[in-house]
């Protein structure tokens, strides 16, 4: 399995597109410099190996500088 991981703003709004883990990794690692202090959504799809889409998951990140 595969993590793809992307973070929006309490608008809806895109922030981080896609950034995708290594393939079999149980993380993934958002470079999150340059972003505002504030409240933030993280959607983390997992995929299969075949491609397919395996999973959902959403929560809720702080981020204080």
Known sequence: YT?????????????KPGVT???????VNLDL???A????FVVVDLINSQG????KEV????ILH
Do not use: K
Request: hydrophobic letters at 40%.
């Open 3 to 15: 993590l793809t991981a992307r973070l929006y703003n309490t608008a809806g709004a895109l922030i």
């Open 21 to 27: 883990g290594q393939p079999g990794a149980n993380n």
């Open 33 to 35: 410099s340059g972003i």
């Open 37 to 40: 202090s504030g409240l933030y």
């Open 52 to 55: 397919g889409w395996a999973g």
């Open 59 to 62: 929560t809720q990140i702080v």
